[in-house]
């Protein structure tokens, strides 16, 4: 079992002795794949889209491993979404045998494990199967495991609703696209700061109008000053 009290980056305050550790954290991007897409209703499929490149590119600027898998990707359930391997161009794609758990395979515990990293932090489509079944046995196998929902989808909102509680009950702790952002970045007082301000503007829109009227404030003051 991972212990919080070996993380790097905990500060002499305490700080993050809680939170995700970025070197321990290793990122599986499950079944994000075309023809599941179309059957989900929980959340809006640019808006899944949208938080899983934030991720792809949030492992690329942070250097956290990534696995891809997809299901069946000959079939119905279509390719998986090409923006992952486009953003994050380090990540694996292990491909499985038809297994719907991916923990099943021994191909993708095989890679998990060589990594060395004990942190997992999931999304996928779809959550009640795709997420929740890995992510289940992972927390057995003793990882510690995050779900990121708002990078998932279900086919229902009842869907999501039953698996935010079996994540719950399971151990698997749930969060957000913009939490882990945040929960990964830690400071401002960092070279990629920048960086990872456009990843906000990306997840959070709206935040990136704040960012745009406080820039134009700033040459208005220079012009004039």
């Known amino acids: 079992m991972y212990n919080s009290k070996s993380k790097s980056g905990v500060l002499p305050t305490g700080g993050g002795m809680t939170l995700i550790d970025p070197s321990d954290a290793l990122i599986l991007l499950l079944d994000h794949q075309s023809g599941l897409f179309q059957t989900v209703r929980d959340i809006s499929v640019s808006d899944l889209r949208r938080n899983v490149v934030v991720i792809a590119k949030l492992a690329a600027l942070l250097n956290i491993p990534v696995i891809t898998t997809a299901s069946e990707p000959a079939g119905t359930h279509g390719p998986l979404m090409p923006e992952i391997h486009e953003h994050a161009p380090h990540g694996v794609h292990v491909p499985r045998k038809g297994e719907v758990n991916a923990w099943d395979n021994d191909d993708f515990v095989g890679a998990v494990r060589s990594t060395g990293r004990m942190t997992l932090i999931m999304a996928g489509v779809w959550t009640s199967v795709c997420v929740m079944f890995p992510a289940l046995d992972a927390r057995a196998a003793g990882y510690d495991v995050y779900a990121v929902l708002d990078a998932c989808g279900d086919p229902s909102e009842m869907a999501s609703r039953i698996s935010l509680a079996r994540f719950v009950q399971g151990g698997v702790k749930p969060t957000s696209t913009n939490a882990l952002l945040s929960e990964l970045h830690r400071t401002w007082a960092r070279p ?34």
């Open 192 to 225: 990629e700061a920048a960086e990872l301000g456009a990843l906000y503007g990306l997840v959070a829109p709206d935040y990136a109008a704040v960012a745009e009227s406080y820039a134009r404030a700033q040459q208005a003051a220079r012009e004039t000053g």
